[in-house]
């Protein structure tokens, strides 16, 4: 199929990318022209595994494009989807500035039948005004669909989620846009769930939002493990093993950050208080979130007592790890209240560094965990990248000037830990076995 991308963020490119591999052409538009440049040469401007070879494979074999041109994505496609941003506005509300923007000019240079469909998580009843804003802007009468078409991809695991879904949603009006669209994803072999749009609206901000809470949930629990001395590891194992709970989302840490949980829940919170409803469920999963990050800010200081003038390392500083997104990552909130207390913060994360650098002033990069721990009077674990757990612990406690050790991700055996002499802090679990603290 010929197919457009209108918006090369980490959706839009992902997918459009995707959709070349399975052997479709696929135009990727975005008015970003540094980036499409850049695009163009094969470079990307995220970071995630796989993808940069992927792009460079299907450039070379003709069935991807990158383009500012809107009118010539229109043109040429039989299907087009929006994948452009929805960034939060301080009300919570997401902005849909970019979604009319782009449903205009799909109006204005529409030439035949046309299937549009929403790929950006949009709120319910967006559907309905995109559908409107183009009956209104187009120039003649044309037949044209508008589908939601929500996606659930993870970044860091971006292709392998596109590529192999545990479901693929698609909200249709029509048997042709449900058509078009089941025999898009027919290669794909994955179950596939057609509803109205609405229902497919809300099922991305309900899936996020349910998602969210499960971590919130289990953060909770950690609070409780860690008053009464239970391992909040041991209490998700026996959960989990009951299939309706599952053990998917229930890492206690220092709550969850990024692109998407956080901004869906506020955008999720507002909708429903639009049409009547007081989410409030979703509050408190919001609240507790926000908590997390305050009661490991507590630990450190019930460890260090007074902060000022102490050397703390951290380890990790995007959102998760396979990343180099710091979008309302926990590592923001803790540097800058760690920083405001006087501590001098040193710092590695294997990919996000770039960006900490232009967000923070005051912290120092390190090039390794080796270089971070020297003369520490504690290190912090932010963001569980698999290097951190395979450390030279001996090495690494040679550098510190305190053998101390907070987890935000509970990435270490405690009894190890204290088999190498640290003192180990971690999330809702004891530094005994016996539940000793
Ligand atoms: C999330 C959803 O998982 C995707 O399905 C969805 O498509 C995407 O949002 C989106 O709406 O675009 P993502 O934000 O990339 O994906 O990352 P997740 O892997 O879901 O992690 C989100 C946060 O939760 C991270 O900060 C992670 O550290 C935290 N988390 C996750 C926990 O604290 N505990 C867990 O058990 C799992």
Redesign the pocket.
């Known amino acids: 199929m010929n197919i457009s991308i209108i918006g090369s963020g ?2 839009g490119l992902v997918s459009g990318t995707c959709f070349a591999e399975l052997g479709n052409k696929v135009i990727c538009a975005d008015n970003d022209a540094k980036k499409i440049a850049l695009l163009k040469n094969g470079r990307v401007p995220i970071f995630e595994p796989g993808l940069e070879e992927l792009i460079k494979n299907n450039l070379k074999k003709g069935r991807l494009k990158f383009s500012t041109n809107i009118k010539e994505a229109v043109i040429n496609s039989e299907v087009i989807f929006i994948a452009v941003g929805t960034p939060p506005l301080d009300s919570g509300e997401a902005d849909l500035t970019g979604i009319e923007h782009v449903a205009r000019s799909i109006a204005q240079n529409l030439t035949g039948y046309r299937l549009i469909v929403e790929k950006s ?1 949009v709120p319910v009843e967006t559907g309905e005004r995109v559908k409107h804003t183009i009956a209104t802007y187009v120039k003649r009468k044309i037949k044209f669909d508008v589908a939601s078409n ?9 292709i392998n ?1 596109f590529m192999h879904p545990d479901r693929i949603v698609i909200g249709v009006e029509s048997k042709k846009a449900r058509d078009i669209l089941t025999s898009l994803y027919q290669p794909l072999n994955a179950p596939i769930v057609v509803t109205n749009i609405k229902s497919a609206e809300l099922i ?1 901000h309900a ?2 939002a349910f ?2 809470t ?2 919130s949930f ?2 909770a629990v950690s609070r409780v493990c860690d008053k009464v001395g239970a391992n909040v590891e041991e209490v998700a194992k026996g959960m989990c093993l009951d299939k309706r709970i599952g053990r ?14 956080p901004k ?1 829940l506020d955008a999720f919170v507002t909708i429903s208080e639009n049409v009547g409803y007081d989410f409030d469920l979703l509050k408190a999963a919001r609240r507790v979130n926000e908590e997390q990050k305050s009661f490991y800010l507590k630990k450190i200081k019930d460890a260090l007592w007074v902060l000022k003038d102490k050397n703390i390392g951290i380890l990790g500083l995007s ?2 790890p396979n ?1 180099d ?1 710091i979008r309302s ?2 590592s923001l909130d803790i540097i800058k209240s760690l920083l405001q207390d006087g501590a001098k913060v040193r710092a590695y994360d294997p990919q996000a560094m770039l960006k900490i650098k232009n967000e923070i002033n005051g912290i120092t990069l390190c090039k390794d965990p080796y270089e971070v721990a020297r003369h520490a009077d504690c290190l912090l674990v932010v ?2 990248w698999d290097e951190f757990k395979e450390l030279d612990f001996k090495r690494l406690k040679k550098q510190m000037r305190c053998a101390l050790i907070i987890d935000g ?1 509970n990435i270490y055996d405690p009894e190890e830990m204290s088999k190498f002499g640290f003192k180990y802090i971690s999330i809702g679990r004891p530094s005994r076995k016996d539940g000793g603290k």
């Not at 229930?250 to 949980?261: K, N, T, V, W």
């Open positions: 980490y959706v998580t929500p996606e659930f991809l993870r970044e860091g695991t971006a989620d991305k899936s996020n998602l969210a499960k971590i289990i953060n998917a989302f229930l890492d206690a840490g220092i709550g969850y950050g990024g692109s998407c949980f869906d959102f998760k990343t997104d990552a926990p963001t569980e991700r």
